[in-house]
C-alpha cells in the first residue's frame, strides 16, 4: 500500500503563490512517475503538471510559464511551485503517482486532495 501526504494549499490573492508537496511512502521500490492533477466544481479533472523519474515534464496548456514541477526522488517527494495565481487556478489538487512495490507489482494511487482557493 502507498500513502501519499499532500500538503501546502490554502487561501492566496490573485497574483500570489503557493507551494504543493506530496510525500509517498510504503513498501516502494520505484516511482516512475508523479504529477498533480485538479478538478473544479463542475468539471472534470484535468492535468496540471507531471513529472518522470527521469525528470522530464510534461503541463496543461493553462499553467505553462507559471507553474513549476519538480522532484526529490531520494524522499519519493513531488512539489508544485505555483506563482501568478488566477481565480480560476481555484481547484482540488490531487496528488498522483505510479511505479512498483519490492514485490514487483504495479500501483496507481491518487491522494486526497488539497484545496487551492485564489480570491482576493
Known amino acids: 500500500q502507498v500513502q501519499l501526504v499532500e500538503s501546502g494549499g490554502g487561501l492566496v490573492q490573485p497574483g500570489g503563490s503557493l507551494r504543493l508537496s506530496c510525500a509517498a511512502s510504503g513498501r516502494i521500490f520505484s516511482i516512475s512517475a508523479m504529477g498533480w492533477y485538479r478538478q473544479a466544481p463542475g468539471k472534470e479533472r484535468e492535468l496540471v503538471a507531471a513529472?518522470?523519474?527521469?525528470?522530464?515534464?510534461n503541463y496543461g496548456d493553462s499553467v505553462k510559464g507559471r507553474f513549476t514541477i519538480s522532484r526529490d526522488n531520494a524522499k519519493n517527494t513531488v512539489y508544485l511551485q505555483m506563482n501568478s495565481l488566477k481565480p480560476e487556478d481555484t481547484a482540488v489538487y490531487y496528488c498522483n503517482t505510479e511505479g512498483t512495490y519490492y514485490s514487483g507489482y504495479y500501483f496507481h494511487h491518487w491522494g486526497q486532495g488539497t484545496q487551492v482557493t485564489v480570491s482576493s
Open positions: 513529472i518522470a523519474s527521469g525528470g522530464r515534464t
